[in-house]
């Protein structure tokens, strides 16, 4: 018993100091490569590609293949279609990853166009005619912030539905 004592004892005193250690160390230096302040990413001038990665890959996957289980569309050969209804080229702009990323409106028209290229993410799901986007008409759009993704987006499938467009964006719907 006497023992039991002693050690629950010495295991109350030592806690704090086991505490103490995650408290940061004020003058500590930074880890090797990171002395430096970061780039804010609208300023790092990163190609389309790892743009991508940054702000669509993690819900849409580094392919577009998107995730049905996650309830996360497939762009790879799709995302085209919605420029060919009314409605879906703002809606695009809107997708709250875009919208909302770290990306400044010419990276965020720079990617766009690079997504929606025929050889690229939209493939034959391009309109045959297309206007890329302007860094302009982003400003204008993104801030218009999208309420309802999936009661928005549904309504631009049944318009794609309407035209007989061919619904394969992995949802199965």
Known sequence: MRHLLIVGLACALA????????????HQKHA????APQTPIAQ?????ATNYQLACAGCHLSNGEGSRANDVPRMQGF????LKVEGGRQFLVR?????????????????LNWLLRK???AGQSMPTQFT????EEIAAIRHDTLLNLPQTRGK???????QGIAIEDGMGD
Request: a negative charge; aromatic letters at 6%; zero cysteines.
């Open 44 to 48: 790092a001038g990163y190609n389309n």
């Open 119 to 121: 050889d690229g993410m």
């Open 95 to 111: 997708v709250p990853g875009l919208s909302m990323s770290a990306l400044n409106d010419a990276q965020l028209a720079d990617m």
């Open 132 to 135: 890329p986007y302007s860094a």
């Open 156 to 162: 631009l499938i049944a318009a794609m539905r309407a």
């Open 15 to 26: 806690a704090p100091l086991a505490q103490a250690r995650s408290i940061p160390d004020p």
């Open 79 to 82: 995302v085209g279609n919605f």
């Open 32 to 35: 090797p490569g990171n002395e």
